[in-house]
């Protein structure tokens, strides 16, 4: 049985694995105010596996940091 598993990244910094849910916006703001710079709200990405599991895939999504 494969299991796929979705990753939701800033660029450069790195991701977890799981999904985007409900607490993405609170993870990003709670990163956000421990950073001595502003995060972008152009840079994110929700990586997915391909089908055959063997490398990702990125496909941009809105920022979380946007209310």
């Known amino acids: 049985m494969t299991v796929y598993q979705e990753v939701v990244t800033y660029d450069g910094l790195p991701a977890s694995a799981g999904g985007a849910d409900d607490r ?3 993870a990003a703001a709670h990163v956000q105010k421990h950073l001595p710079f502003r995060m972008s709200t152009k840079h994110w990405r929700r990586w997915s596996a391909t ?4 490398s990702y895939r990125a496909s941009k999504i809105a920022s979380p940091l946007v209310s």
């Open 24 to 26: 993405s916006h609170d």
């Open 51 to 54: 089908k055959d599991g063997q």
